[in-house]
Nanobody, 117 residues
Framework: QVQLLESGGGLVEPGGSLTLSCAAS???????MGWFRQAPGKQRELVAT???????RYADSVKDRFTISRNNAKNTVELQMNNLKPEDTAVYYC????????????WGQGIQVTVSS
């Protein structure tokens, strides 16, 4: 198994910025890392992911505002969030998924991001 430790959430005003960080407890090859979020009363949704080869995917709602980056040497993934909106308020979860055998799926505990004036 692998543990994921998130940091960097908090309260920010609309238009502000935050950076979320996630560190994996060990290296997992051929794994996609990324961020999902869940707002109250809503389903968990994809925010952004990056494969081990560097292919990136964003939700339409965050394109041009959020940037995901990955450091394979440090087993970390970051999410730079700019121009935050109230609708970005949610619990953000780090995720690691390895689809090839042996398959692995791990989630962080979640970190709160609140965008409010």
């Amino acid at each position: 198994q692998v543990q994921l430790l998130e940091s960097g959430g908090g309260l920010v005003e609309p238009g502000g910025s935050l950076t979320l960080s996630c560190a994996a407890s060990r290296y997992i090859g051929a794994a996609t890392m990324g961020w999902f979020r869940q707002a109250p009363g809503k389903q968990r949704e994809l925010v952004a992911t990056v494969t081990s080869g560097g292919t990136i995917r964003y939700a339409d709602s965050v394109k041009d505002r959020f940037t995901i980056s990955r450091n394979n040497a440090k087993n970390t993934v970051e999410l730079q969030m700019n121009n935050l909106k109230p609708e970005d308020t949610a619990v953000y979860y780090c995720n690691l998924r390895r689809a090839v055998t042996p398959t692995i799926t791990s989630w962080g505990q979640g970190i709160q991001v609140t965008v409010s004036s």
